[in-house]
């Protein structure tokens, strides 16, 4: 309606819709997506830059706005996230969990599935992995954490399994089945804190106290520290990643997988068994989840706790959107997002900035991707070769 | 018991109108997400109004214009600019959290006085009817306006003009109704403002007539509550009145059964709204019934 390059469908005559046709007909199936030259990561790469960089031009303006000097503060974060070695270890504290996040939505997105139940899949691995560390507390850590974090994943996977199933047998949306299914296993794990059952705290419940977290698992139980405040999860979660990246690119399986999420009609044509790969695709993206609730409750809680992730599953799917759900991508991304969380939180206590700014911020930044992204996806359908 | 079906009603209003404006939005293919950010807002927005004008009637209209404005946003980033729904919605959550908690720790530092509230209405004769009655007629007006105005009215726009019928279309098959000379980008942003607006009465009854002042995230979920009735409700408009009624009770019950004596874990009543929509998607067919065109983007020419 709008003018805008020659429409390919002529209307036949303004025929009024009638109640007859509303219901019936069915929509074109989804257009395949596109696959990205090197070009266009280095686009993607710009875009979020331009991103990042618009966001922080409205926190100039918000902070300004308040009487502060914007300079401080921007001086104030970059200090807390990056300034020292204690520094930088919060920051990829912070990161991790996000790089978790991100890595179980990509690889459900490049699948052609979206998975909103990441929280939910941290919430019931974390709660494995603690029962799992809390009954086995007598043997070394060398044994009790690979168990604790297979229990992990494994209770993040059949989770997702579970919406993956529904999607491939019934039909059903996974958007909508992961989602729902979210708030079930926050409630059913703060259900399971609240009774007398491994993961309570037993000394607490005889003391009488209100009951919001476990007990704490044993010491060696815990993941190391690396540097400062982050732990091993870190190296998991990068191993994580760029293992994926690179089998995505270089094994048959990878292919396939990224074949399904471009066009299920061709890869189902081309030999790819669509259902057992989409609930495979489920299940590994809930193993993410589940290994990043394994790797919040023995690595950074040391207990399994009634706000173990502060949306940390959302979170992550706005650090892939940033990193136009590039694996590599998500690593940075990741890493700015955790910047942005220390920052914020030493900016608050030196400069008396609201903390409420970082979530603004996060919003703006996927906003601004969203929309660059567009004008770029505009040039390149029309022609414009080098965007990749 | 009488204040349990006053409270459970009562909290079914709060719900109530959100849904109804997701019902129609989704209807025209668009879903809300950023319905909590509509609810937020306009929660903030109408607190400021009636503080500022020392009237209820500015206050709500002052939340309706916030809604509509989260819901044009969102418009602009999923119509114009392409942008995927869920995404777009997540961002603007975030976003309208950060600036209303932000504004509010700003203009006011502890807590707003002087909020005019909506006044409770009793309907002179019915309200005597013993046990029912107090508890049906003897809400704020916003509840009356819910269930004797906008449900009729949101129904009938739906099912009973061109205008809704061209919002279905839309919802099934865009492109069909492109074809057809339907401008599917208009009407999708004129559901979706509508939505807003919807949402905007669903805020400022949350904040103006039910807890009289604003807190920092205090629409607490209940635009994913919303989305769920919908799902629940199965797109129809008695359906996601009747589903909000159910999750207002469970609401409700959450507060009131403890008193009553009754010792049910509190997770279970705070999940039961979604269970119940889990269990209508998988149950009921997986989503038959749903706008078949639900979240897609229309484009003209689809994205080679």
């Not at chain 1, 709008?2 to 007859?20: F, H, L, M, W, Y």
């Not at chain 1, 503060?73 to 200090?79: K, R, S």
């Not at chain 1, 993040?156 to 039909?171: D, E, F, N, Q, Y």
């Not at chain 1, 040039?379 to 965007?387: E, I």
Request: glycine content about 12%; hydrophobic content about 55%.
């Amino acid at each position: 309606m709008s003018g805008r390059g020659n429409v390919g469908i002529e209307p036949v005559a303004k025929q009024q819709v009638t109640e007859r046709d509303v219901g019936e007909s069915r929509p074109p199936a989804a257009p395949a997506r596109r696959v990205r030259s090197w070009q266009g990561n280095a686009v993607s790469f710009g875009v979020a830059l331009t991103a990042l960089a618009a966001s922080l031009l409205v926190t100039v303006m918000l902070v300004a706005f308040q009487g502060q000097s914007p300079w401080n503060v921007f001086q104030a974060m970059f200090h807390g996230a990056f300034g020292t070695s204690q520094a930088w270890g919060a920051t990829l504290y912070n990161a991790t969990p996000l790089l978790f996040a991100a890595v179980a939505f990509i690889v459900a997105q490049r699948a052609g599935l979206i998975n909103l139940g990441i929280d939910g899949q941290m919430y019931l691995g974390g709660a494995a992995a603690v029962a799992v560390a809390l009954a086995t507390s007598r043997l070394p850590g060398m044994v009790v954490i690979p168990l604790a974090l297979a229990a992990a994943v494994a209770a993040g996977a059949a989770w997702s399994g579970l919406a993956g199933a529904a999607k491939v047998r019934l039909g059903v949306s996974e958007i909508i089945t992961t989602f729902l299914m979210t708030f079930l296993a926050i409630q059913l794990v703060l259900y399971l804190l609240s009774t007398p059952t491994l993961l309570a705290d037993s000394q607490a419940a005889q003391s009488g106290q209100r009951l919001e977290q476990s007990a704490f698992i044993a010491t060696d139980a815990r993941l190391p520290r690396l540097l400062g405040q982050a732990h091993v999860g870190l190296v998991v979660a990068l191993a994580l990643a760029l293992g994926a990246a690179a089998a995505y690119r270089w094994t048959r399986f990878g292919f396939r997988l990224r074949m399904l999420g471009y066009n299920a009609e061709a890869a189902r044509q081309g030999g790819v068994a669509v259902g057992a790969m989409t609930l495979l695709a489920m299940l590994l993206s809930g193993a993410v989840g589940g290994l990043a609730g394994g790797s919040l409750v023995l690595g950074n809680y040391y207990r399994l706790v009634d706000q173990l992730s502060p949306g940390y599953g959302f979170d992550g799917i706005v650090v892939a959107l940033v990193a136009r759900s590039s694996l590599v991508g998500a690593v940075v991304s990741a890493i700015l997002f955790g910047a942005l969380r220390t920052g914020g939180q030493y900016a608050e206590a030196a400069v008396q900035v609201p903390g409420s700014l970082f979530s603004i911020v996060q919003g703006i930044a996927v906003l601004t991707v969203v929309g660059i992204g567009y004008y770029v996806d505009r040039r390149r359908a029309n022609g414009a070769t080098w965007l990749g | 018991m009488v204040g349990l079906i006053a409270a459970a009603l009562r909290l079914s209003a709060a719900l109530g109108f959100a849904a109804l404006g997701e019902t129609i939005s989704q209807r025209a293919g668009m879903l809300n997400i950023s319905l909590e950010g509509m609810i937020l807002g306009s929660a903030f927005a109408s607190v400021i109004g009636s503080a500022a004008t020392g009237s209820a009637l500015l206050g709500v209209l002052s939340g309706m214009a916030a809604g509509a404005t989260v819901a044009y946003v969102q418009a602009v980033f999923s119509l114009r600019l392409k942008a995927d729904q869920i995404i777009v919605g997540l961002a603007l959550n975030l976003a309208v959290l950060g600036l209303t908690t932000f504004a509010f720790r700003g203009l006011y530092h502890s807590s707003i006085s002087n909020v005019a509230g909506l006044v409770r209405i009793d309907i002179p004769v019915v309200h005597s009817i013993p046990l029912l009655g107090e508890a049906v007629f003897s809400q704020d007006i916003l509840f009356y306006l819910l269930l004797f105005v906008a449900a009729p009215l949101a129904w009938w726009l739906l099912w009973r003009t061109a205008w809704g019928l061209n919002v279905r279309a839309c919802g099934d098959n865009p492109w069909a109704a492109d074809a057809a000379g339907v401008r599917v980008e208009r009407t999708r942003l004129q559901a979706v403002l509508l939505c807003g607006a919807f949402a905007g009465v669903a805020g400022a009854e949350l904040a103006i007539g039910q807890l009289r002042g604003f807190s920092e995230g205090m629409s607490a979920g209940r635009g994913f509550l919303c989305i769920a009735a919908v799902i629940f409700g199965r797109w129809q408009i008695g359906g996601t009145l009747a589903a909000c009624l159910v999750f207002g009770t469970g609401q409700a019950l959450q507060f009131q059964l403890p008193a009553l004596g009754y010792s049910v874990p509190p997770q279970l009543l705070v999940a039961i709204p979604y269970l119940l929509a889990l269990m209508a998607v998988v149950l009921l067919g997986g989503g038959r019934g749903a706008p078949a065109a639900l979240m897609r983007t229309f484009e003209r020419r689809p994205a080679r």
